[in-house]
């Protein structure tokens, strides 16, 4: 595996702890903790927060025959499915792949100019998240963001004004930042990426295209 | 009796693995006692009803019971353990939002756990319990808010202040540790 060397913040990581983050931006963090286990440490630290919080925190009584129901509700359940075993080089891990419904190959693309490809996934609406491919050597649109972009790289590589992101690298963008991603030259560059707020592009261009393209 | 030992003097990961184990009803009974209360005051607090709440915690119960098995206590206490499994149910039935979680490691060749380990992540989760309630008051209710409430990630401040060090190093080693064995 390659060295990962850009990280979630711990607002995200808290956020998607406590289960407060919209699906698409949960959707980037739970990949990008997949191939992490530097992050995963983290998140689970935050899990450890919670716990805390939730075993000295009040109490409300349960109902008297709570346990008979429950167990009930045991013996009536059918046992859980055994989890996904992760497939041995696939390029999207597990939460991804539940998605697209497979890997890579069951990527359904769509045309965005340019060269650059898009597959939007089902989320709910408060964040739009889509995979990406730009081939090698090309650009995006050079862009600002309104809210909050996280960018998660699972083949290939980009460079923009911040450095190089490889795979499992993740870029988080807000108002600060305005950047024009490049892919490195050889291999296409996929990536994950999430918005809670449309992009903002300097160029004409892509502004009038952007009803119709849903960036 | 057991009415007369308190909550953290149980060896939590003990019932759980006697759950697992052996399905051991009266184990089941005494983590029931303790944590049902607490999750469906938690589920009251992220906007349920009662009558949701308690019987999204049923809920939660049943799946602890489920899965039993995942529970790797080198790596969470049980109160952290049931924290996600009830955090999970509010999304689920209360935001009616899908969960996308990461790839489980707990699919390796079943080891026994080391004791030692198991102690020393009990130990760590004490110290943060210890160190969440002595942060000053206007932090601990923030975070509070952030878990209990609805803070959205943009309100929560990128630096938490929250003494994560020695826990995050203890979790670290048990995932190298995982890992290793799925060689
Ligand atoms: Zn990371
Ligand atoms: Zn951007």
């Known amino acids: 595996m390659e060295q990962i060397k850009h990280h979630l913040n711990d607002s995200l990581l808290m956020g998607y702890a406590s289960g407060n983050l919209p699906e698409g931006f949960s959707l980037v963090v739970a990949t990008h903790i997949s191939l992490c286990d530097e992050c995963r440490a983290r998140l689970e630290s935050f899990d450890a927060v919670g716990g805390v919080l939730m075993d000295n925190d009040d109490e409300v009584a349960m109902h008297e025959d709570s346990l008979a129901s429950t167990f009930n509700l045991i013996a009536n359940t059918p046992e859980a499915p055994k989890t996904s075993v992760p497939t041995k080089g696939a390029v999207l891990p597990t939460p991804l792949q539940s998605y697209v419904g497979g890997d890579l190959d069951k990527v359904r693309w769509s045309n965005l100019g340019g060269g650059v490809k898009q597959c939007l996934l089902k989320t709910s609406n408060k964040a739009t998240v889509r995979l990406l491919n730009i081939p090698a050597g090309a650009a995006m649109p050079d862009h600002g963001h309104r809210g909050t972009e996280l960018t998660l790289v699972l083949k290939g590589a980009f460079r923009d004004e911040d450095g190089r992101f490889g795979r499992g690298d993740i870029e988080l963008a807000n108002e600060d930042l305005h950047h024009t991603p490049v892919a490195e030259a050889g291999e296409d560059c996929i990536c994950l990426a999430a918005t809670d707020a449309p992009l903002r592009f300097r160029s004409l261009i892509p502004r009038m295209a952007q009803p119709f393209l849903g960036i | ?183």
């Not at chain 2, 008051?137 to 803070?151: C, M, N, S, T, V």
Request: aromatic share 6%; net charge neutral; hydrophobic share 40%.
């Open chain 2, 1 to 183: 009796m057991t009415s007369m030992v308190k909550a953290d003097e149980i060896d939590w990961p003990e019932l759980v693995r006697r759950i697992h184990l052996d399905q051991d009803k009266k184990a089941f009974a005494k983590v029931f006692a303790h944590f049902a209360p607490r999750v469906k005051s938690f589920l009251m607090k992220g906007g349920s009803g009662e009558t949701l709440a308690e019987e999204c915690t049923q809920e939660v119960m049943a799946t602890l019971w489920q899965k039993a098995h995942l529970f790797d206590p080198t790596r969470a206490s049980v109160s952290t353990w049931i924290f996600t499994i009830a955090r999970n149910k509010k999304i689920d039935a209360l935001r009616k939002q899908r969960r996308p979680e990461p790839e489980d490691l707990t699919w390796g060749p079943e080891a026994e756990p080391d004791q030692a380990d198991v102690i020393v992540l009990q130990q760590e989760t004490e110290r943060l319990a210890k160190a969440v309630a002595e942060l000053p008051e206007k932090q601990r209710l923030l975070i509070k808010q952030a878990y209990f409430g609805d803070l959205s990630h943009n309100e929560i401040a990128e630096e938490t202040g929250l003494p994560l060090g020695t826990i995050k190093s203890r979790i670290r080693l048990a995932l190298e540790r995982l890992r290793h064995t799925m060689k």
